[in-house]
């Protein structure tokens, strides 16, 4: 007997559970996610590249006329933006970079079986709770020249302590890059703790019994399976330290002389203090183009050096199988086999 054909659930109309699986059903689904992406992120980028090629002005009682490139030829002409856009490249790399390292650290340390782990992670969370105006308004206080409690155990420890660290030239921006790696160190944690749990324990317990160290079996079993996570996260996290705005504007507002002015604080100063709105979409413009080919070349270098290191460790099995193959020792007889050889030998006792 032979059962009858099954209905194809791949096609169109209904499938299992008589969900339907044809595309205007499947666009149906994807509407609720779809709409507020498209109302509140899509359609403003696309406003604002088009007010880019325009001469829009608050105030202004004429009519918005459309000036082409004027704005971009502008912009590459100002000084202040481009140095306005070389202190956030290195606003960006200093906070993302020790933020990853210190993360990494804090990660691993919290996979392990501690005491009290549970209260330890969630601590580790508590900046990220916390709102970046609140945690603007807490380290202004902690930088306090008078009475913050950083300058206050420098007194105690006879190291000075009279240093106005938001409002000095050279401490201004190494300043709030700490404040930065504080806030955002719990998310890259969080990320990364989750990568290392995915991580079979029996890998590195294999990796010990073969006689691997610490750092190696972080190079060669943790790493590995870590890697995509921490590409994903360090991608994430530069684009949002590179768009900072809220922390550096509480703590310093761009100053002293420009030197925390990060490319957003400038873009908001040309829109909303001078009323240039037009000048301020070209600049949002530049950001997101520049950003878009630096993380371009990161993850292409990334994903190619993954690749590669691929190819090496196949390319090295196959030569170490080569050269099992090739080394000359002869096959095993089964003529000659153990057994054959004591049966051989006891009829010969006899």
């Not at 106005?164 to 790696?181: F, Q």
């Not at 991580?199 to 073969?210: K, N, S, T």
């Not at 993954?306 to 196959?318: E, M, N, V, Y």
Request: aromatic fraction near 10%.
């Amino acid at each position: 007997m032979t059962a009858p054909p099954r209905p194809d659930s791949r096609g169109p109309g209904p499938g299992r559970g008589g969900v339907d699986r044809s595309l205007p059903g499947a666009w149906f689904l994807v509407l609720p996610a779809l709409i507020p992406i498209l109302v509140l992120s899509v359609g403003p980028l696309l406003y604002g590249i088009a007010l880019a090629f325009t001469d829009a002005q608050s105030g202004r009682t004429e009519p918005t006329s459309w000036t082409g490139l004027l704005n971009f030829r502008d912009l590459l002409r100002d000084t202040l933006f481009w140095e306005s856009f070389r202190i956030g490249l290195m606003w960006a790399v200093g906070v993302t970079v020790p933020q990853f390292l210190l993360a990494l650290g804090l990660a691993q340390l919290l996979n392990r079986e501690l005491r009290f782990r549970w209260l330890v992670r969630a601590l580790a969370i508590v900046p990220w709770a916390m709102p970046e105006v609140v945690v603007g308004i807490m380290w202004r206080l902690v930088y306090h020249p008078d009475a913050g409690i950083l300058n206050e155990t420098l007194r105690d420890l006879h190291l000075g302590g009279g240093t106005d660290w938001l409002t000095g030239l050279a401490t201004a921006l190494p300043a709030v890059v700490v404040v930065g790696i504080w806030a955002g160190m719990p998310q890259t944690t969080v990320a990364l703790l989750a990568g290392l749990q995915n991580v079979p324990r029996e890998l590195h317990e294999a990796a010990a019994m073969d006689g691997a160290g610490a750092w190696r079996r972080f190079r060669s079993v943790t790493w590995p399976a870590l890697k995509p996570v921490a590409l994903a996260i360090t991608a994430l996290n530069f684009i949002w330290n590179f768009n900072s705005f809220a922390l550096v504007y509480v703590l310093t507002n761009g100053g002293p002389g420009g030197r925390t002015r990060l490319p957003m604080l400038f873009a908001y100063e040309e829109a909303f203090r001078y009323g240039q709105y037009g000048y301020a979409a070209a600049m949002g413009c530049v950001m997101v183009a520049v950003i878009s080919v630096l993380l371009a070349v990161y993850l292409a270098g990334s994903l190619r050096g993954d690749h590669d290191g691929r190819h090496d460790r196949s390319r090295r099995r196959s030569l170490r199988g080569d050269r099992g193959r090739g080394s000359g020792r002869p096959a095993p007889d089964p003529a000659r086999s153990p057994a054959r050889t004591a049966d051989t030998g006891t009829e010969a006792a006899r």
